[in-house]
Protein backbone atom coordinates (compact mmCIF):
# COMPACT_ATOMS: atom_id res chain seq x y z
CA UNK A 1 0.00 0.00 0.00
CA UNK A 2 1.97 3.58 -0.96
CA UNK A 3 1.85 6.22 1.35
CA UNK A 4 -1.73 8.03 0.73
CA UNK A 5 -1.66 11.41 0.39
CA UNK A 6 1.83 11.39 -0.91
CA UNK A 7 1.61 14.72 -0.88
CA UNK A 8 4.92 15.20 -2.88
CA UNK A 9 3.07 13.65 -6.01
CA UNK A 10 0.52 15.74 -6.11
CA UNK A 11 2.56 18.76 -5.91
CA UNK A 12 4.20 17.67 -8.82
CA UNK A 13 0.78 16.83 -10.86
CA UNK A 14 -0.49 20.71 -9.98
CA UNK A 15 3.06 22.23 -11.03
CA UNK A 16 2.18 20.26 -14.52
CA UNK A 17 -1.29 21.61 -14.35
CA UNK A 18 -0.77 25.10 -13.37
CA UNK A 19 2.35 24.99 -16.03
CA UNK A 20 -0.47 24.50 -19.44
CA UNK A 21 -1.69 27.38 -20.53
CA UNK A 22 -6.30 27.14 -19.89
CA UNK A 23 -7.99 30.41 -20.39
CA UNK A 24 -11.35 29.02 -20.28
CA UNK A 25 -12.11 28.76 -24.04
CA UNK A 26 -8.55 27.51 -24.55
CA UNK A 27 -8.47 24.56 -22.34
CA UNK A 28 -7.89 21.81 -25.48
CA UNK A 29 -4.32 20.72 -23.77
CA UNK A 30 -4.85 19.88 -20.41
CA UNK A 31 -7.66 18.07 -21.06
CA UNK A 32 -5.55 16.28 -23.00
CA UNK A 33 -2.99 16.21 -19.96
CA UNK A 34 -6.20 14.62 -17.71
CA UNK A 35 -6.92 12.08 -20.39
CA UNK A 36 -3.16 10.71 -20.66
CA UNK A 37 -3.32 10.33 -17.04
CA UNK A 38 -6.02 8.83 -16.91
CA UNK A 39 -5.95 6.25 -19.75
CA UNK A 40 -2.14 5.31 -18.51
CA UNK A 41 -3.82 4.19 -15.32
CA UNK A 42 -6.96 2.44 -17.63
CA UNK A 43 -9.47 4.65 -16.38
CA UNK A 44 -12.39 4.57 -18.49
CA UNK A 45 -13.03 8.53 -19.92
CA UNK A 46 -15.30 10.31 -22.28
CA UNK A 47 -15.35 14.20 -23.53
CA UNK A 48 -18.34 16.24 -23.40
CA UNK A 49 -18.61 19.01 -26.48
CA UNK A 50 -17.99 21.62 -24.56
CA UNK A 51 -14.45 20.20 -24.03
CA UNK A 52 -14.91 18.73 -20.77
CA UNK A 53 -13.24 15.41 -19.60
CA UNK A 54 -15.66 12.34 -17.49
CA UNK A 55 -13.96 9.71 -16.09
CA UNK A 56 -15.79 6.71 -14.50
CA UNK A 57 -15.32 4.16 -11.79
CA UNK A 58 -17.67 1.39 -11.53
CA UNK A 59 -18.80 1.04 -8.48
CA UNK A 60 -21.06 -2.08 -6.14
CA UNK A 61 -24.18 -0.09 -6.61
CA UNK A 62 -25.06 0.67 -10.30
CA UNK A 63 -28.42 2.32 -9.62
CA UNK A 64 -27.52 5.63 -7.29
CA UNK A 65 -23.84 7.32 -8.66
CA UNK A 66 -22.23 10.15 -7.38
CA UNK A 67 -20.01 12.85 -9.34
CA UNK A 68 -17.35 14.92 -8.15
CA UNK A 69 -15.52 17.67 -10.13
CA UNK A 70 -12.68 19.84 -10.46
CA UNK A 71 -12.50 22.21 -13.25
CA UNK A 72 -9.43 23.08 -15.35
CA UNK A 73 -10.07 26.21 -16.77
CA UNK A 74 -8.76 29.52 -15.32
CA UNK A 75 -8.26 32.75 -15.25
CA UNK A 76 -6.95 34.72 -18.80
CA UNK A 77 -7.68 37.13 -21.39
CA UNK A 78 -8.19 37.37 -25.40
CA UNK A 79 -6.78 39.75 -27.82
CA UNK A 80 -9.13 42.60 -27.92
CA UNK A 81 -7.75 45.34 -30.24
CA UNK A 82 -4.02 45.10 -32.09
CA UNK A 83 -3.00 48.66 -31.38
CA UNK A 84 -1.60 51.54 -33.64
CA UNK A 85 1.07 51.64 -30.96
CA UNK A 86 2.39 48.31 -31.54
CA UNK A 87 0.92 47.01 -28.32
CA UNK A 88 -2.20 44.94 -27.55
CA UNK A 89 -5.41 45.91 -25.97
CA UNK A 90 -6.76 42.44 -23.91
CA UNK A 91 -10.44 41.82 -22.48
CA UNK A 92 -10.56 39.42 -19.63
CA UNK A 93 -11.92 36.04 -19.27
CA UNK A 94 -13.20 35.13 -16.03
CA UNK A 95 -13.65 37.47 -12.77
CA UNK A 96 -10.30 40.11 -12.03
CA UNK A 97 -9.22 43.07 -12.00
CA UNK A 98 -6.32 44.38 -14.03
CA UNK A 99 -4.38 45.68 -10.85
CA UNK A 100 -4.10 41.46 -10.33
CA UNK A 101 -2.44 40.94 -13.37
CA UNK A 102 0.09 44.37 -13.78
CA UNK A 103 3.43 43.42 -14.28
CA UNK A 104 3.02 39.69 -15.73
CA UNK A 105 4.23 37.99 -18.25
CA UNK A 106 2.39 36.29 -20.63
CA UNK A 107 1.68 34.50 -23.64
CA UNK A 108 0.16 34.85 -26.83
CA UNK A 109 -1.36 32.01 -28.42
CA UNK A 110 -2.12 32.78 -32.68
CA UNK A 111 -4.84 30.88 -33.95
CA UNK A 112 -1.90 28.93 -36.00
CA UNK A 113 -0.52 27.45 -33.06
CA UNK A 114 2.23 29.65 -32.69
CA UNK A 115 3.19 31.64 -28.92
CA UNK A 116 4.74 35.09 -28.35
CA UNK A 117 5.62 36.14 -25.21
CA UNK A 118 5.04 39.55 -23.39
CA UNK A 119 4.26 41.70 -20.73
CA UNK A 120 1.44 43.26 -19.48
CA UNK A 121 1.47 46.66 -18.81
CA UNK A 122 0.63 49.74 -17.69
CA UNK A 123 0.76 52.34 -20.85
CA UNK A 124 2.09 54.81 -18.08
CA UNK A 125 4.72 52.77 -16.46
CA UNK A 126 7.92 54.54 -16.96
CA UNK A 127 8.46 56.62 -13.75
CA UNK A 128 10.93 58.48 -16.64
CA UNK A 129 8.09 59.59 -18.57
CA UNK A 130 4.75 59.72 -16.62
CA UNK A 131 4.51 62.13 -13.63
CA UNK A 132 1.01 60.28 -12.47
CA UNK A 133 2.29 56.77 -13.21
CA UNK A 134 1.26 55.58 -9.60
CA UNK A 135 -2.25 56.88 -9.92
CA UNK A 136 -3.58 56.47 -12.84
CA UNK A 137 -6.13 53.45 -12.80
CA UNK A 138 -5.60 49.72 -13.94
CA UNK A 139 -8.19 49.31 -16.75
CA UNK A 140 -8.82 48.01 -20.14
CA UNK A 141 -7.96 51.36 -21.72
CA UNK A 142 -4.45 52.31 -19.87
CA UNK A 143 -3.16 47.97 -19.37
CA UNK A 144 -1.56 46.96 -22.77
CA UNK A 145 0.80 43.98 -23.57
CA UNK A 146 4.13 44.63 -24.71
CA UNK A 147 5.15 42.25 -27.29
CA UNK A 148 8.79 40.52 -27.33
CA UNK A 149 9.34 41.06 -31.17
CA UNK A 150 10.21 44.37 -32.79
CA UNK A 151 6.99 45.38 -33.65
CA UNK A 152 5.74 49.38 -33.86
CA UNK A 153 2.33 49.56 -35.27
CA UNK A 154 -0.83 47.30 -35.49
CA UNK A 155 1.13 45.92 -39.45
CA UNK A 156 3.84 44.53 -37.91
CA UNK A 157 1.85 43.05 -35.14
CA UNK A 158 -0.48 41.17 -37.29
CA UNK A 159 2.95 39.84 -39.72
CA UNK A 160 2.98 38.23 -36.65
CA UNK A 161 0.12 36.36 -37.08
CA UNK A 162 -1.50 37.97 -34.19
CA UNK A 163 -4.66 38.82 -34.43
CA UNK A 164 -8.27 39.95 -32.25
CA UNK A 165 -9.26 36.88 -30.49
CA UNK A 166 -5.93 35.56 -29.90
CA UNK A 167 -5.97 33.92 -26.55
CA UNK A 168 -3.58 35.38 -23.66
CA UNK A 169 -2.08 33.33 -20.63
CA UNK A 170 -0.60 34.56 -17.86
CA UNK A 171 2.55 33.30 -16.47
CA UNK A 172 1.68 30.97 -13.37
CA UNK A 173 5.02 31.52 -11.71
CA UNK A 174 4.33 28.07 -9.82
CA UNK A 175 7.54 28.17 -6.70
CA UNK A 176 7.18 26.11 -3.44
CA UNK A 177 8.75 26.58 -0.39
CA UNK A 178 10.82 24.04 1.84
CA UNK A 179 7.94 24.74 4.67
CA UNK A 180 4.97 22.88 2.56
CA UNK A 181 3.72 26.14 0.82
CA UNK A 182 2.93 26.40 -3.05
CA UNK A 183 2.38 29.51 -5.00
CA UNK A 184 1.36 30.17 -7.65
CA UNK A 185 -1.52 31.33 -10.27
CA UNK A 186 -4.21 28.98 -11.13
CA UNK A 187 -4.21 27.19 -7.69
CA UNK A 188 -7.63 27.98 -8.10
CA UNK A 189 -9.00 24.93 -9.27
CA UNK A 190 -6.07 23.16 -10.39
CA UNK A 191 -4.76 22.17 -7.07
CA UNK A 192 -8.06 20.26 -6.74
CA UNK A 193 -7.87 18.56 -10.25
CA UNK A 194 -4.40 17.25 -8.93
CA UNK A 195 -6.39 15.69 -5.69
CA UNK A 196 -9.10 14.13 -8.01
CA UNK A 197 -6.07 12.44 -10.62
CA UNK A 198 -4.39 11.46 -7.35
CA UNK A 199 -7.33 10.42 -5.81
CA UNK A 200 -7.93 8.25 -9.02
CA UNK A 201 -4.77 6.92 -9.25
CA UNK A 202 -5.14 5.39 -5.38
CA UNK A 203 -8.55 3.72 -6.18
CA UNK A 204 -7.22 2.08 -9.10
CA UNK A 205 -3.42 1.30 -8.30
CA UNK A 206 -5.04 -0.46 -4.90
CA UNK A 207 -7.83 -1.49 -6.54
CA UNK A 208 -10.60 -0.39 -3.84
CA UNK A 209 -14.19 -1.24 -4.71
CA UNK A 210 -16.36 1.90 -4.36
CA UNK A 211 -19.38 1.63 -3.23
CA UNK A 212 -21.39 3.31 -6.03
CA UNK A 213 -20.62 4.03 -9.69
CA UNK A 214 -18.65 7.18 -9.11
CA UNK A 215 -17.96 10.08 -12.10
CA UNK A 216 -15.24 12.66 -11.97
CA UNK A 217 -15.48 15.51 -14.50
CA UNK A 218 -12.88 17.56 -15.24
CA UNK A 219 -14.62 20.92 -15.97
CA UNK A 220 -13.62 23.49 -18.42
CA UNK A 221 -15.83 26.58 -18.09
CA UNK A 222 -16.34 26.95 -14.51
CA UNK A 223 -14.73 30.68 -14.88
CA UNK A 224 -17.51 31.57 -17.06
CA UNK A 225 -20.38 30.37 -14.74
CA UNK A 226 -21.53 26.75 -16.12
CA UNK A 227 -18.35 24.04 -16.61
CA UNK A 228 -20.01 21.28 -14.06
CA UNK A 229 -23.44 21.99 -14.73
CA UNK A 230 -24.27 19.22 -17.79
CA UNK A 231 -23.43 15.25 -18.70
CA UNK A 232 -24.17 14.51 -15.19
CA UNK A 233 -25.76 11.29 -15.65
CA UNK A 234 -29.63 10.79 -14.34
CA UNK A 235 -28.63 8.25 -11.74
CA UNK A 236 -26.03 10.55 -10.10
CA UNK A 237 -27.60 11.85 -6.58
CA UNK A 238 -24.77 13.40 -4.75
CA UNK A 239 -22.31 15.73 -6.71
CA UNK A 240 -19.77 17.18 -4.87
CA UNK A 241 -17.23 20.28 -6.23
CA UNK A 242 -14.10 20.30 -5.21
CA UNK A 243 -12.78 23.65 -6.10
CA UNK A 244 -10.67 26.35 -3.63
CA UNK A 245 -11.83 27.35 -0.32
CA UNK A 246 -11.91 31.32 -0.25
CA UNK A 247 -10.14 33.41 2.15
CA UNK A 248 -10.02 36.68 3.72
CA UNK A 249 -11.60 39.24 6.21
CA UNK A 250 -13.94 37.39 8.56
CA UNK A 251 -13.12 33.99 6.78
CA UNK A 252 -12.80 31.13 8.47
CA UNK A 253 -11.05 29.24 5.39
CA UNK A 254 -6.93 28.60 5.75
CA UNK A 255 -4.28 27.44 4.18
CA UNK A 256 -3.93 24.50 6.15
CA UNK A 257 -7.67 22.79 6.57
CA UNK A 258 -9.89 22.06 4.04
CA UNK A 259 -12.84 24.34 3.90
CA UNK A 260 -16.37 22.88 3.69
CA UNK A 261 -18.58 25.48 2.08
CA UNK A 262 -22.04 25.46 4.38
CA UNK A 263 -23.45 28.70 1.45
CA UNK A 264 -22.17 30.70 -1.07
CA UNK A 265 -23.68 33.57 -3.48
CA UNK A 266 -26.07 31.22 -4.61
CA UNK A 267 -27.65 30.12 -1.49
CA UNK A 268 -26.47 27.49 0.97
CA UNK A 269 -25.17 23.65 0.26
CA UNK A 270 -27.22 20.66 0.97
CA UNK A 271 -27.37 20.20 4.52
CA UNK A 272 -27.41 16.82 4.91
CA UNK A 273 -24.34 16.36 2.76
CA UNK A 274 -22.52 19.11 4.48
CA UNK A 275 -23.12 17.14 7.91
CA UNK A 276 -21.69 13.79 6.32
CA UNK A 277 -18.93 15.85 5.12
CA UNK A 278 -18.24 17.09 8.73
CA UNK A 279 -18.86 14.01 10.17
CA UNK A 280 -16.21 11.94 7.87
CA UNK A 281 -13.86 14.44 8.57
CA UNK A 282 -13.98 14.12 12.50
CA UNK A 283 -14.07 10.19 12.17
CA UNK A 284 -10.96 10.61 10.48
CA UNK A 285 -9.10 12.98 11.77
CA UNK A 286 -9.09 15.38 9.25
CA UNK A 287 -8.61 19.11 9.83
CA UNK A 288 -11.09 21.36 8.00
CA UNK A 289 -13.52 24.60 8.78
CA UNK A 290 -16.83 25.55 7.95
CA UNK A 291 -17.51 28.45 5.76
CA UNK A 292 -19.37 31.07 3.65
CA UNK A 293 -18.21 32.70 0.31
CA UNK A 294 -19.48 35.31 0.02
CA UNK A 295 -18.86 35.90 -3.93
CA UNK A 296 -18.38 32.70 -5.55
CA UNK A 297 -20.46 30.22 -7.38
CA UNK A 298 -19.29 26.75 -7.87
CA UNK A 299 -19.93 23.90 -10.91
CA UNK A 300 -22.37 21.96 -7.96
CA UNK A 301 -24.66 25.31 -7.51
CA UNK A 302 -24.01 26.24 -11.55
CA UNK A 303 -25.67 21.93 -12.07
CA UNK A 304 -28.37 23.08 -9.14
CA UNK A 305 -29.69 26.20 -11.26
CA UNK A 306 -29.25 24.72 -14.72
CA UNK A 307 -32.24 22.15 -13.13
CA UNK A 308 -30.37 19.03 -11.93
CA UNK A 309 -32.39 17.17 -9.17
CA UNK A 310 -28.96 16.46 -6.79
CA UNK A 311 -27.69 17.05 -3.46
CA UNK A 312 -24.65 19.50 -4.01
CA UNK A 313 -22.36 19.98 -2.33
CA UNK A 314 -18.94 21.91 -2.28
CA UNK A 315 -15.34 21.51 -0.60
CA UNK A 316 -12.01 22.33 -1.00
CA UNK A 317 -8.25 23.80 -0.25
CA UNK A 318 -8.41 27.07 1.36
CA UNK A 319 -6.21 29.54 -1.16
CA UNK A 320 -5.24 33.11 -0.27
CA UNK A 321 -5.33 36.01 -2.33
CA UNK A 322 -7.66 34.07 -5.08
CA UNK A 323 -7.99 34.64 -8.71
CA UNK A 324 -4.76 37.29 -7.87
CA UNK A 325 -1.28 36.02 -6.35
CA UNK A 326 -3.01 32.76 -5.05
CA UNK A 327 -0.54 30.38 -2.16
CA UNK A 328 -1.98 27.25 -0.49
CA UNK A 329 0.01 25.18 2.02
CA UNK A 330 1.09 21.16 1.44
CA UNK A 331 -1.73 21.02 5.05
CA UNK A 332 -4.64 22.03 2.89
CA UNK A 333 -4.13 19.56 0.07
CA UNK A 334 -3.61 16.53 2.18
CA UNK A 335 -6.14 17.58 4.51
CA UNK A 336 -8.53 17.88 1.07
CA UNK A 337 -7.73 14.57 -0.43
CA UNK A 338 -8.61 12.63 2.44
CA UNK A 339 -11.68 13.86 2.79
CA UNK A 340 -12.45 13.51 -1.26
CA UNK A 341 -10.81 9.81 -0.49
CA UNK A 342 -13.07 9.44 2.67
CA UNK A 343 -16.36 10.39 1.05
CA UNK A 344 -16.14 8.01 -2.29
CA UNK A 345 -15.75 5.27 -0.13
CA UNK A 346 -19.09 6.33 2.49
CA UNK A 347 -21.99 5.21 2.10
CA UNK A 348 -25.04 8.18 0.39
CA UNK A 349 -26.95 10.10 2.63
CA UNK A 350 -30.64 9.71 3.05
CA UNK A 351 -32.31 12.58 1.87
ZN1 LIG B 1 -12.56 27.77 -9.02
Avoid: W
Wanted: glycine fraction near 8%; aromatic fraction near 8%.
Amino acid sequence: MSTYPNVQETIDVIKKLVSIPSPTGFTANVIQFAEDYLQKLNVETKRNRKGGLIATLPGTNNDEHRMLTAHVDTLGAMVKEVKSNGRLRLDLIGGFRYNSIEGEYCEIHTSSGKVYTGTILMRQTSVHVYKDAGKAERNQENMEVRIDAEVTNAEDIRALGIEVGDFVSFDPRVQTTENGFIKSRHLDDKASVGILLQLIKRLKEEKVQLPYTTHFLISNNEEIGYGGNSNIPPETVEYLAVDMGAMGDGQSTDEYTVSICVKDASGPYHYGLRKRLVELAEKNDIEYKLDIYPYYGSDASAAIKSGHDIVHGLIGPGIDSSHAFERTHEKSLINTEKLVYHYVLSDMISY
